[in-house]
């Protein structure tokens, strides 16, 4: 302690330097933080421009060779990146939003993508897309995000539609023959059940949300659960009601993988199915990447899902948005970024990664050539049979009040038709702004 | 020019009290500015929007009590505050209890009470993300443990965590918040029990009083300061239980879209998934404002009924 000034005088100037330092310290952290952070700020050059990414993964590899590329071939437009897993990417948002730091352009789950519009927080991409050179007709559907205005609020960064992935393994031991796209919806049912019974795994491994969960089960069976506009949800409808009662006995009977099993695979599907569990599994595309990679021995393939009553397939797409509040330079940046994204060089080296289906029709040519029927399975057959998930700007909010009741009817928590009824009256809430969901 | 009044002006006080007093306030001023900026305003700031909707993207539109009245007709809400009510009154008497116990136990001179004071601590600072694998994989209803145990010996099993009963899962969420904070209880208690004077006990075992008596009558009445302050730090570590409710549930839908099973939902929780699942920012505000309210209102009443039981050395 030999510093510390006898004198009162040095005292004094340990003091004043004490307060000096702590008020500078101050001083720099919370200037440090408003200019470090604005990941948004344009470069001092009036030809520079710095844009921020936000990729909720695994939407991309990153780092990316892909944006890379982009800023080689771009050399005047600086590319900031922000990820985080998909699950948190909203409370990202957010959190970055509040923090003024809205990424440039963004990606996130399709059903969300109209309330961004609607919230003020998307560009309108309506002028962009007509003014450009890109032709709609190349695309699977660039307007995806059109609203009922007519306004568009991304475009499609891919698509993840649902196929049926069967384990050949399971099926040779129970002898059934294998899934083809003919498949009706009844066989499917029936060669889960007997696949249960003969291998004692679960017949069909299915989510507990809307795309590879209660949706298809309602189409299947004829049960439509909005009007047209997507007003007004009837989710009591007599065969809305037994296409999920179908849905909860097979999962009663174990013929769906119940939420006991899928919770001893850390709530992984993909697991499930790749430790031999499950003998098929409703499965989207960016869930392939994952079992080939985890599990290479895996005897499998996919084929189209099979249709009922309603002859359709759920397809949704994930779309690029850009910040309403970037500045002009940024949102012209941003433009640039998206038109990159949908030529065809780079449609067909995000095609070769396997994450999505590209928006871009001749890059399916580029997709991996594993499993045998994948293409078959996610392109052929959703272009004639592909539907969206009735995406709204109040879809996010609806998905939010339906989903918890969803998953207590799939765990057998609440009866269907009580179950139902509460998901009707919420929903209806949501849509007719009763209630914020 | 400078005239030389001016620095006579700005001389320091020749009191030594006053001067003192400058550089205390001088000293702590950075602290209290930066505590004005991160918390005071955040506070106030977090206050109003609880009166209005706030989406995060567009200016926050006052609504009056609009929220507040939406808080009590929500069913979820309700849910909520009844479930954290629930794993308070298990959490808060079964960890002070254990917690005094263990350290009662060890307290009696064992060799081993270092390494085993250690063993007690080390739940609590585990993640709460791999404890809540391993309580999941204890309470699965097909290959968990506990319904093995249960089953061999004859004994009705259960759904647990995927049971449709709120009292089961918010149970176990008790059960599993006491297991990983005990430890921090037992420190807590040990710390009290070293803080009571030898004598004392020396004395009453002279005087005749038999371990138990000495127990009754010395130690625990000089534990209550220690008492009082595990039951404090308890309730309001109650009201803040978040993640063993994400582990334990899943998850994913809480954090996807905001919202969960009613039997599963705790409020920090609603307002989590309401402000950044949702962003419903004025709503989640409401939500944290009325826990506050809650557990603000316990505490008081925890610090009234203080002097009827908490013995205090003079």
């Known amino acids: 302690l030999n510093w510390i000034p006898r004198s009162r005088a040095g005292f004094g100037i340990v003091k004043r330097a004490a307060v000096m330092v702590a008020a500078v310290a101050l001083v720099a952290a919370c200037g440090g933080t ?53 699950g948190d990417w909203p409370a990202k948002l957010q959190a970055l939003n509040t923090a003024g730091q809205t990424p440039t352009v963004f990606m996130y789950d399709g059903g969300t993508v109209q309330g961004y519009g609607a919230e003020g927080l998307a560009l309108n991409l309506k002028n962009f897309i007509k003014s450009s050179h890109l032709n709609q007709s190349e695309y699977i559907d660039l307007n995806y995000s059109q609203d009922s205005k007519g306004d568009i609020w991304g475009v499609p960064q891919g698509y993840q539609p649902v196929a049926l992935a069967y384990n050949k393994t399971l099926f040779d031991q129970a002898g059934v023959s294998y899934p083809t796209d003919q498949w009706s919806w009844s066989a499917m ?11 004692h795994t679960c017949g069909l491994i299915t989510d507990h949300d809307i795309t590879a969960g209660w949706l298809p089960f309602m189409w299947a069976n004829g049960g439509v659960p909005f009007n047209q506009n997507v007003t007004k949800a009837d989710f009591t409808s007599p065969l809305v009601e037994k296409g999920v009662q179908q849905w909860e006995s097979l999962v009663q009977a174990g013929v769906i993988c119940n939420e006991s099993t899928i919770q001893a695979n850390q709530n992984n599907l993909t697991t499930v199915f790749g430790k031999g569990m499950g003998a098929m599994m409703l ?67 995000y095609a070769a990664d396997g994450l999505a289906i590209p928006a871009l029709r001749s890059a399916g040519n580029y997709l991996p050539s594993t499993p045998a029927h994948l293409k078959q399975a996610f392109v052929t057959a959703p272009a004639q049979y592909g539907h969206t998930m009735y995406e709204t700007s109040k879809w996010g909010d609806w998905e939010a009040v339906a989903e918890p009741i969803f998953l207590q009817i799939f765990e057998g928590q609440v009866g269907v038709k009580p179950g139902l009824q509460q998901v009707n009256t919420a929903v209806n809430g949501v849509l007719n702004g009763s209630s914020q969901g | 020019m400078i005239r030389p009044g001016v620095f006579s002006a700005l001389r ?32 106030v700031w977090s206050a109003y929007l609880a009166f209005t909707t706030f989406d995060g993207f567009n200016p926050p539109q006052w609504t009056g009590l609009a929220n507040w009245l939406q808080l009590l007709r929500d069913p979820a809400a309700l849910s909520a505050f009844r479930n954290i009510a629930f794993v308070a009154l298990i959490f808060v008497p079964l960890q002070t209890g254990l917690g005094l116990l263990i350290a009662l136990l060890l307290h009696q001179g064992l060799r081993a009470a270092g390494l085993l004071r250690a063993i007690y601590f080390l739940p609590a600072i585990s993640p709460w993300m791999a404890v809540g694998i391993m309580w999941v994989a204890l309470f ?5 443990v506990i319904n093995a145990i249960l089953h061999a010996a004859h004994l009705p099993t259960g759904l647990w965590l995927l049971s449709p009963h709120w009292y089961v899962f918010q149970g176990v969420v008790a059960l599993a918040n006491t297991w990983k904070g005990v430890g921090y209880c037992v420190v807590l208690f040990v710390a009290g029990l070293q803080s009571i004077p030898n004598e004392l006990l020396e004395a009453a075992e002279v005087d005749g009083a038999g371990r138990l008596r000495s127990l009754w009558h010395i130690t625990l009445p ?93």
């Open chain 2, 222 to 314: 000089l534990l209550t300061p220690s008492t009082f302050m595990v039951l404090v730090l308890s309730t309001i570590a109650a009201s803040q239980i978040f993640d063993p409710i994400l582990v334990l549930s899943g998850g994913g839908v809480a954090t996807n879209i905001g919202g969960l099973p009613t039997q599963q939902i705790v409020p920090t929780v609603l307002l989590y998934g309401q402000g950044f699942g949702l962003g419903h920012l004025g709503y989640a505000n409401t939500v944290a404002w009325a826990l506050f309210i809650c557990v603000a209102a316990l505490v008081i009443l925890q610090r009234r009924l203080e002097g009827r039981w908490v013995h205090y050395e003079r």
């Open chain 1, 189 to 199: 049912i029936n060669a889960a059940t007997k696949l249960h019974q003969q291998t």
């Open chain 1, 283 to 349: 499965m989207q595309y960016g869930q392939v990447g994952g079992v080939l990679k985890n599990f290479p021995s895996l005897n499998w393939d996919v084929t189209a899902l099979p249709r009922g009553v309603v002859n359709e397939i759920p397809n949704i797409a994930n779309p690029w948005v850009i910040y309403k509040h970037a500045t002009p330079a940024q949102q012209r940046a941003g433009w640039t970024f998206l038109q990159w994204w949908l030529s065809p060089k780079t449609q067909d080296e």
């Open chain 2, 140 to 144: 699965n209803p097909e290959y968990g």
């Open chain 2, 12 to 43: 320091f006080p020749q009191s030594r009290a006053a001067r003192n007093a400058i550089w205390g306030y001088g000293l702590s001023l950075p602290f209290l500015i930066a505590a004005l900026v991160l918390v005071g305003v955040p506070v």
């Open chain 1, 34 to 86: 408003s200019a470090a952070g604005n990941g948004n700020a344009v470069a001092t050059s009036s030809d520079q421009v710095s844009i921020t990414i936000g990729i909720p993964l695994p939407s991309l590899d990153m780092p990316s060779p892909l944006l890379q590329q982009f800023e080689q071939s771009h050399p005047n437009i600086h590319v900031n990146t922000i990820e985080t897993t998909w």
